[in-house]
């Protein structure tokens, strides 16, 4: 199963997204579960570099998979490293919108008793 850790601040934002493991729906390689989860992972983190200026370099790290399925991705706002309020606040929009693709990646696929991917939140 694959595992989406949403951290949040004090305040509810979101400061940290942590994601691993392995969906189980199908092979590593045909597996669109885990595809899709790929895709919020990359996208997040392209988006936090080009649209709020964050460098990825010190905020994200994706484990690329090794032949046996499993996803492992970190990716973080850390302190002071949002060019500005409004690189901020975008950069808040764009982790809230990743946060609902993964609940709704989980309520499609998680039907009929199969559990593929979790989201848990921390506060």
């Known amino acids: ?7 949040r601040d004090k305040s509810r934002k979101v400061t940290g997204i942590f994601v691993s493991g ?6 590593a390689g045909s597996d669109i579960i885990c595809a899709g989860a790929s895709t919020l992972v990359y996208t997040l983190a392209n988006s936090l570099e080009r649209i709020c200026g964050i460098d ?4 994200t790290r994706i484990a690329e998979d090794m032949g046996d399925g499993n996803v492992s991705a970190e990716i973080i706002i850390p302190d002071g490293r949002c060019r500005d309020e409004g690189a901020a606040d975008r950069a808040q929009v ?3 919108t990743i946060v609902l693709g993964f609940i709704s990646l989980a309520a499609s696929a998680n039907q ?3 559990r593929y991917i979790e989201v848990i939140e921390e506060f």
């Open 22 to 27: 392995h969906s189980g729906y199908a092979e």
């Open 56 to 59: 990825t370099e010190y905020s």
């Open 112 to 114: 009929n008793g199969n």
């Open 94 to 96: 764009i982790m809230e």
């Open 1 to 7: 199963m694959i595992t989406v850790k949403v951290v």
